[in-house]
């Protein structure tokens, strides 16, 4: 968005839920070098939205988790 040059990395990504709060570390990402924004591409995006699910379905108020690729 700022227009800062793109590198490939990884990031810690929180999220807040209606159960709480999940940490998923180390998600493979385009990293912005002027500005640090994370941005994800589409098979990652989906990934975490099914680690985010399943969080929802533990019951717990928080939770840290590395992100693994299938």
Known sequence: MCGGAMKRGAADIPFSTREGVLLIRQVPTLVCGDCGEP???GEVVDQVAHLVK???????EISVVRYKAD
Do not use: A, I, P, V
């Open 54 to 60: 399943e969080f929802e379905s533990l019951h717990t």
């Open 39 to 41: 941005y994800m591409d």
